[in-house]
Structure formats: structure tokens, C-alpha cells
């Protein structure tokens, strides 16, 4: 998300988890027994951009959708919406999303998909994202970028425990 629409000024974050036991299985899938599980599986962020006055609601929950909808985003703007979603997994970085525009009211007002590049293989995205590397094209994530986003999720957590906005940047 930041690196489309920008680094958010602060983040306010509750997290949860809601599925506190993991049931392992044996390689042909058979249940062998259940543990516990401490990590979060439920995220949800609010805050404001630093560039602008929008603001972002972030809800992540792990595990698989019973709707089919394992990705949804959608960017309002002035002239209407962008919605991007995946029906395979959550992951945009492995399975390309689809793109669909609405315009504003008055402009249309049903959802269009948007012609995209075949990015359907699991590797597609990888495989973009290594030959952008290799090229040295800067649009590639940096090390910088990971200390960055790292700095977010500290502050997530910190945002969590204080219950207050907390800041990153």
C-alpha cells in the first residue's frame, strides 16, 4: 500500500489472534496433533498519508476467506474507484490481482475490469520483480524500503500495546 499511495504519517493498530491452536499435519496430510499458536492472525490499522489528508483502514486476517475474496482493495478517489482482488490468495506478490475501475456517481457506476498482462502463473510476479532487479531498475524494493517497513510494524506493535497513534518515520 505505501508504496503505491505513500508512507502514512502514523498508525493506530489493533491485532488479535483469533485462532490461538494449530493443528499440524503429517506429509500426506493426515492430523498428527495440535499446538499452540501465539502469533497474531488479525490485523486492523487506521491512519492518515503523510502527502495528503487520506486516510487508510488496513484489515488483514490470516487464514483463507470463506467468501473467495482473499484480496480486496479499493481506492476511492474524486473520479471514482479502483478495486483490486484475488480469489487464489491474499498475496499480490505472487498472484497478480485483478483490476476493476467504477466510476464516480454519475460516471457509470458498475465495476469494469481493467486489461492487465497475464500475471496468472504463481511466479509471475516473482519473476518480474528479479528481472526488474537484475536490469537495476529502481522501482525494485530496496534495503532501505525493508528498514522502513520494519519501522511500520514496530510501530504496529507499539500502536497495539499503547493503544495510542504511533509513528514510523
Known amino acids: 500500500m505505501c508504496f503505491v499511495l505513500g508512507e502514512l504519517a502514523y498508525v493506530q ?20 496433533r495440535t499446538i499452540p499458536k501465539t502469533s497474531h492472525d488479525t490485523m486492523s490499522i487506521t491512519g492518515h498519508f503523510q502527502a495528503s489528508d487520506a486516510v487508510a483502514t488496513v484489515v488483514y486476517q490470516g487464514g483463507m476467506s470463506p467468501t473467495g475474496k482473499h484480496f480486496y482493495w479499493e481506492i476511492t478517489g474524486t473520479k471514482g474507484s479502483l478495486v483490486l482482488e484475488n480469489d487464489v490468495m491474499g498475496h499480490i506478490q505472487m498472484f497478480q490481482p485483478v483490476l476493476k475501475f467504477v466510476g464516480a456517481s454519475g460516471q457509470g457506476g458498475r465495476l469494469k475490469e481493467v486489461e492487465l498482462e497475464d500475471g496468472s502463473a504463481m511466479s509471475y510476479n516473482v519473476g518480474r520483480a528479479w ?24 510501530a504496529i506493535y507499539r500502536s497495539e500495546e499503547s493503544g495510542r497513534r504511533e509513528t514510523y518515520l
Open 13 to 32: 493498530a489493533t491485532l488479535a489472534n483469533h485462532q490461538p491452536h494449530v493443528q499440524l499435519v503429517d506429509a500426506n496430510g493426515k492430523p498428527t
Open 131 to 154: 528481472d526488474l532487479f537484475a536490469a537495476g531498475d529502481e522501482g525494485v524494493v530496496s534495503f532501505e524500503d525493508a528498514v522502513l517497513r520494519h519501522r511500520m510494524i514496530d
